[in-house]
T-cell receptor
Framework: DAGVTQSPTHLIKTRGQQVTLRCSPK?????VSWYQQALGQGPQFIFQ???????QRGNFPDRFSGHQFPNYSSELNVNALLLGDSALYLC????????????FGNGTRLTVT | RKEVEQDPGPFNVPEGATVAFNCTYS??????FFWYRQDCRKEPKLLMS???SGNEDGRFTAQLNRASQYISLLIRDSKLSDSATYLC??????????????FGQGTTLQVKP
């Protein structure tokens, strides 16, 4: 039973560049949520995808965008990277849009220099 | 006021001690509550859901106080392996949808021999 998988594991980008992070949900899950976790902070909600649509969004600028594919996998795109975007990006999957518990991937650690 | 607030600690306790964490939330319409555990540089993992009547899972007890809008986690007979960050998670509902799951900053527990 495959859990949530994210790629890449680590990434180093330069300020102003664009980045795409990928996530495959746990088998049987259809909802994907993305979180940003800075050092010493709790995960901050970016957005949630269900049925290939963005269903909920946190307080993140439009530079953060996403997509969900028919196979439920998802991408997170960040444009015009800032130094402050350096963080651990966590993908979490769940079943349906009810509040079923989240299952997290190992995360992608993004460093912006 | 933050949506979900926790005392970041750290809580330093000896093995065998009982320790309690509290978490307050701001949205009185919240319906779902969880505690997650996060080890250093790892992804969060579900520890337990929190039910209205309170619930217990081995050495862990979770309580919900809707009137005061806080949840608590009690750990009895602390083990060295309990050392981690404990994240309080609350849903923020939206009509016709589940809303989003919001994490607190986390409370760090260090159990000493």
């Amino acid at each position: 039973d495959a859990g949530v998988t994210q790629s890449p594991t680590h990434l180093i980008k330069t300020r102003g560049q664009q980045v795409t992070l990928r996530c495959s949900p746990k088998s049987g899950h259809d909802t994907v949520s993305w979180y940003q976790q800075a050092l010493g902070q709790g995960p901050q909600f970016i957005f949630q995808y269900y049925e290939e649509e963005e269903r909920q969004r946190g307080n993140f600028p439009d530079r953060f965008s996403g997509h969900q594919f028919p196979n439920y996998s998802s991408e997170l795109n960040v444009n015009a990277l800032l130094l402050g975007d350096s963080a651990l990006y966590l993908c979490a999957s769940s079943l349906g849009v009810r509040d079923s518990p989240l299952h997290f991937g190992n995360g992608t650690r993004l460093t912006v220099t | 006021r933050k949506e979900v607030e926790q005392d970041p600690g750290p809580f330093n306790v000896p093995e065998g001690a009982t320790v309690a964490f509290n978490c307050t939330y701001s949205n009185s319409a919240s319906q779902s509550f969880f505690w997650y555990r996060q080890d250093c540089r790892k992804e969060p993992k579900l520890l337990m859901s929190v039910y209205s009547s309170g619930n217990e899972d081995g050495r862990f007890t979770a309580q919900l106080n809707r009137a005061s809008q806080y949840i608590s986690l009690l750990i009895r007979d602390s083990k060295l392996s309990d050392s981690a960050t404990y994240l309080c998670v609350v849903n923020y509902p939206r009509s016709g949808n589940t809303g989003k799951l919001i994490f607190g900053q986390g409370t760090t527990l260090q159990v000493k021999p």
